[in-house]
């Protein structure tokens, strides 16, 4: 796949950093949940936190880093009216709890948000702050900086505080190379693989998406606060829009119960004589991510692990292997970004659809000390996702593709990692995976889950300049 | 051969009953799992079944329209009605109008009650034809069967010929699989009836041409779109229709629409017909038009040529379903649907309108109603799973000797 140029046409002053970037430098990383109480002070707070925030124009590259995120409840507590607020999309508004979106988002059972630690409605918080930093000793500075700025601002309490760090060598814990596949914006002047680069519209509010139509954007309908600051809607309704360079964002605390997830490896691949068979389990591993541990595809490097660190994303399904022999399709990445092979479709189909359905993501990895008289920590992942459209991009992959277990010619098989079975299905226990082979597919039935989620809320991600604005409320 | 059709009944209600009735369904279930209610589980014929409430309009009354996707013929299921769910039927009909009083109702009087409110099936789409409720689930469990036998056995085969043979084996022991033996193709493409279709439209074209002219400036420019996303809908409409959703499988849409007059309702008449003819003839291997979800869908003129209705029983969610029709062919949406008021814009017929995915939907959403009983006899197969178990059953059943190829094929999908 050719690398073609992007010439840059966004303002990228105006975007918040990590929409753009991944921060592959600055390894450690911390989520503050903050509850307004005072909304002038707050305001005022924030005020301060603007010249903090790296924007995604490539002259920032400060080594520690801040961002915003709101919720509903975070804008109203800001001074936003309520007009304006309903002027947002649904999924935003309701937030990642519903009754219609626990099913979607298979939130049943262990997953059920009741269980979680926060968010889904659990508790009132308003804003998110994100910190990148370089290492352990610069963000435990920087973060008893911005909490004693917090404490003596007076504007916001401190709710929850979460730390995640990036490895260096970029694996998440089941012990993967991560976040390779990443859709590059386009007009973000990052050159790209053709197929990854896509419309602006799909990760920006504000631009065309890959429908050839502007995403719906909250546009203003009240009057309120320093309008001058906020772009025109570019649809052309004459309102000013809210939304212009900002996004949505999810968030969502998955446990990784990594253990379990290798010991079902093993025994799954046990020698005839019952022994485990370490190279075989790692394969099996690796058919149900759909990579090796390195990175490396499985269509480039059907039969080992070539080792190292690999960014191996140059790659399709259609032309190498239409069978899923050696990428199956039931596998966690060939479900989530099909590519160019999606249903029987041809590739310029394929790619047409995937291309609609794809998100920027920027998760990292937690630890959590043993708690409950446990003798182990928890580990997982802070999964964060940006996408215009959270129905049509983040929702519609978990439940279209991540729990459907009936694609393509599977028939009760859903994502291994991040799946989940309907409640009510008579088979959700007896999930499967299927391995595409010759003479005969091969079948390892009856999966638990190595994934449980632990908290997760939808923000609102929006442009520097409206961050600026809500400062004016 | 048995076929599967569409029944369709609109009755009208006494229009101060409208909460009673819906109150009344609501208690049959969507997606009716374990009915107490109108259980459908008692006539083996039904794949699909819906009542809903179509509400009252400007100049007309509250009506309830009754579909089911059927095998075998209308009288037949019509009597079957009468035979298990007769006191049920009764229940419903005293909110009806024109149904004698308590007391007076018999079988007979049900039989014409309900003959007296049949209306035609204009559209009728059917995902996997000729197959009975009774074959797709026996046909699923032949393959669970197939499945449990590659698994256990696999490793001990060297070519697909080895695991051809072995299955064949394993099957022709069973006296079980004996029913598979009854001859059965699932259909293939009528070549003649497409044609027939194509060179329809290809002999039409002139007039055609003439019609999308008329339509853009007599309709499209004077059109009123709703104009709105599904975000700009209210909560409370959104929920009640969410509430109902992504429960099993598959999802119903049951949709209301006030019908545009004049050529409008001419042009819809004819895509439905031909969209039927396609779906008889054409679309018969489990996709229409590029969408591999449907199990069966229909459009039905009602209010006497005043409203029509479409009702579709589907795989995954609302916004996948309408989504992938727009990634498909959204321009056949826009002939059918032009002709709803409300519809986002249409130009030159098949442009625009549906392409404008967020209105699109919006539209969607406005124009739903909930679907107060839905019923599904098989709630967790996909269609295409249902398909591949058909294809599997004649490949081992009823094709004789398969080739190299046609086994390779074979073993792919299971």
Redesign the interface.
């Known amino acids: 796949m050719a690398i073609i140029a992007n010439p840059k046409t966004i303002d990228l002053k105006d975007v918040q950093g990590m929409i753009t970037r991944g921060y592959g430098k600055l390894y450690e990383t911390a989520y503050f949940l903050l509850k307004v109480e005072d909304k002038e002070k707050a305001k005022e707070w924030m005020k301060a936190m603007i010249p903090l925030i790296d924007s995604a124009d490539i002259s920032d590259h400060s080594e520690k880093t801040i961002h915003l995120a709101f919720t509903p409840e975070g804008l109203a507590a800001l001074g936003m009216s309520k007009e304006n607020i309903e002027g947002?999309?649904?999924p935003f508004?309701?937030g990642i709890s519903?009754?219609?979106r626990n099913?979607?988002l298979g939130d049943w059972g262990e997953n059920d948000p009741k269980k979680w630690r926060w968010g889904g409605h659990q508790e009132g918080f308003h804003i998110l702050m994100i910190f990148h930093a370089k290492d352990k000793e610069s963000i435990a500075a920087f973060l008893q900086e911005e909490k004693d700025r917090l404490q003596n601002s007076g504007g916001c309490t401190l709710m929850r505080e979460m730390r995640g760090y990036l490895r260096p060598d970029n694996k998440e814990a089941f012990g993967f190379h991560d976040g390779i596949s990443q859709p590059v914006i386009k007009g973000s002047g990052r050159p790209g693989p053709e197929n990854d680069i896509i419309e602006t519209g799909e990760f920006l509010l504000g631009y065309k998406n890959e429908?050839?139509?502007f995403?719906?954007s909250p546009l203003l309908k009240k009057e309120e606060g320093n309008t001058s600051l906020l772009q025109d809607d570019a649809a052309g309704s004459g309102k000013k829009d809210l939304g212009h360079n900002g996004t949505f964002m999810v968030f969502r605390q998955m446990q990784q119960h990594v253990d379990e997830f290798w010991k079902y490896m093993e025994q799954n691949s046990l020698n005839p004589d019952g022994t485990p068979n370490e190279e075989a389990k790692i394969k099996l591993a690796a058919k149900c991510v759909g990579r090796w541990p390195s990175g490396a595809s499985l269509v480039n490097f059907p039969d080992k692990d070539p080792g190292g660190s690999l960014e191996n994303d140059d790659f399709g399904y259609a032309d190498i292997d239409p069978?899923g022999l050696r990428c199956p399709y039931g596998s966690h990445l060939r479900r989530n970004n099909p590519r160019d092979a999606f249903?029987w479709?041809d590739k310029k189909?394929s790619l047409?659809?995937t291309r609609?359905h794809r998100i920027i993501r920027r998760g990292r990895t937690y630890e959590l000390p043993p708690e409950n008289g446990s003798d182990k920590g928890e580990i997982g992942l802070h999964f964060i996702c940006f996408n215009a459209n959270i129905?049509?991009q983040f929702?519609?992959i978990q439940?279209?593709w991540a729990n459907?277990?009936?694609m393509?010619?599977l028939?009760n098989d859903i994502d291994v990692i991040i799946g989940v079975p309907?409640e009510?299905?008579?088979?959700a226990n007896h999930s499967g995976f299927t391995i595409?082979a010759?003479?005969?597919?091969?079948?390892i039935?009856h999966w638990e889950r190595f994934v449980t989620i632990r908290g997760g809320e939808y923000f609102f991600f929006p442009s520097i300049s409206v961050i600026n604005y809500l400062t004016t409320l | 051969m048995t076929k599967q059709n569409a029944v369709s009944l609109q009755i009208p209600l006494k229009p101060d009953k409208v909460d009673a009735v819906t109150k009344l369904l609501n208690t049959g279930g969507n997606p009716a799992?374990e009915q107490t209610f109108f259980s459908f589980k008692k006539i083996a014929t039904v794949h699909f079944a819906r009542w809903i409430v179509v509400p009252a309009s400007k100049r007309l009354d509250p009506s309830l329209v009754y579909a089911a996707n059927i095998d075998g013929d209308r009288k037949q299921h019509l009597k079957d009605l009468i035979e298990h769910l007769g006191d049920d039927l009764d229940q419903i009909f005293q909110y009806c109008q024109g149904y004698p009083e308590e007391g007076d109702a018999d079988a007979g009087n049900r039989l014409a009650f309900l003959n007296k409110h049949v209306i035609p099936t204009q559209g009728f789409y059917v995902g996997a034809p000729d197959r009975t409720v009774v074959q797709i689930h026996q046909e699923a469990e032949l393959?669970d069967a197939v499945?449990g036998f590659?698994?256990e056995h696999?490793k001990d085969?060297?070519?697909?010929k080895?695991?051809y043979i072995a299955i064949k084996n394993f099957l022709g022991k069973d006296s079980k699989w004996d029913w598979a033996k009854k001859a059965f193709q699932p259909p293939k493409v009528n070549i003649l009836g497409t044609a027939f279709l194509a060179l329809l439209l290809l002999v039409l074209l002139p007039l055609l041409i003439v019609f999308i002219i008329l339509i853009h400036f007599f309709y499209e420019l004077r059109a009123k779109p709703f104009g709105k996303?599904?975000?700009e809908i209210p909560?409370e409409h959104?929920?009640a229709l969410?509430?109902q959703?992504?429960?099993?499988?598959q999802n119903q849409l049951s949709q209301v629409f006030e019908l545009k007059g004049g050529l409008r309702k001419l042009g819809l008449k004819f895509f439905l017909w031909a969209t039927s003819w396609g779906a008889r003839n054409t679309f018969v291997t489990g996709q229409l038009m590029?969408t591999?979800t449907i199990h069966f869908a229909r459009w039905v003129i009602i209010d006497k040529g005043k409203r029509f209705v479409f009702f579709s029983n589907f795989?995954?969610?609302f916004?996948?379903y309408l989504?992938d029709f727009?990634?498909?062919n959204g321009w056949g949406l826009n002939t059918i649907y032009g002709a709803a008021k409300g519809y986002p814009r249409t130009f030159f017929m098949f442009g625009r309108g549906s392409?404008?995915?967020?209105e699109f939907m919006g539209w969607g959403r406005l124009t739903q109603v909930p679907t107060q009983i839905w019923y599904s006899a098989y709630p967790?197969?996909?269609l295409?799973?249902i398909v591949?178990r058909s294809k599997l059953r004649a490949e081992l059943f009823n094709s004789g000797e398969l080739s190299e190829t046609q086994i390779?094929q074979m073993?792919?999908?299971?």
């Not at chain 2, 085969?157 to 697909?160: G, I, L, Q, R």
């Not at chain 2, 392409?355 to 967020?358: D, G, L, M, S, V």
């Open positions: 947002f999309p649904v508004r309701e519903t009754q219609d099913r979607i429908h050839n139509q995403p719906f069978d249903r479709y189909q047409k659809i609609r129905e049509l929702e519609f439940h279209a459907n277990n009936q393509r010619h028939h309907d009510k299905n008579p088979k595409q010759e003479p005969v597919n091969q079948f039935d | 799992m393959y499945r590659v698994k696999g085969w060297k070519s697909s080895d695991a996303t599904q975000s909560l959104l929920a969410k509430n959703e992504d429960i099993i499988y590029g591999p795989d995954g969610s916004d996948e989504g727009v990634d498909n392409y404008r995915i967020a967790w197969y996909g295409q799973q591949d390779k073993l792919r999908r299971i």
